[in-house]
């Protein structure tokens, strides 16, 4: 069974930070990556950071410096911790990890960054 399961996110003042934590069945966390992903209104998904099993890093150009993606592989947990939050990274936030060429996503979570 897949299961990735999502916890944190929720309302925060612009200039704030938010943590993101994902934790994931075996099965999809031993494969090689595993991604944040966002969706805004009327926007598409897209990729906001990405970690290897082996801990190398992807970022999107407007994360940069400010969110930095995590992995424990004891736990079989992603995380993202996100700094300097701006009112256009509110969007719902989705972890997501693959299994040959199946993609999976967790039930996704809300940001919201407002004053």
């Known amino acids: 069974q897949v299961q990735l399961v999502q916890s944190g996110g929720g309302l925060v003042q612009p200039g704030g930070s938010l943590k993101l934590s994902c934790a994931a069945s075996?099965?999809?966390?031993?494969?090689?990556?595993m991604g944040w992903y966002r969706q805004a209104p009327g926007n598409q998904r897209e990729l906001v950071a990405e970690?290897?099993?082996?801990?190398?890093?992807n970022y999107a150009d407007s994360v940069k410096g400010r969110f930095t993606v995590s992995r424990d592989n004891a736990k079989n947990t992603v995380y993202l911790l996100m700094n300097s939050l701006k009112p256009e990274d509110t969007a719902v936030y989705y972890c997501?990890?693959?299994?040959?060429?199946?993609?999976?996503w967790g039930q996704g979570t809300q940001v919201t960054v407002s004053s």
């Open positions: 970690i290897s099993r082996w801990y190398s890093t």
């Open positions: 997501s990890g693959s299994i040959a060429l199946t993609k999976y």
């Open positions: 075996a099965n999809i966390f031993s494969g090689n990556v």
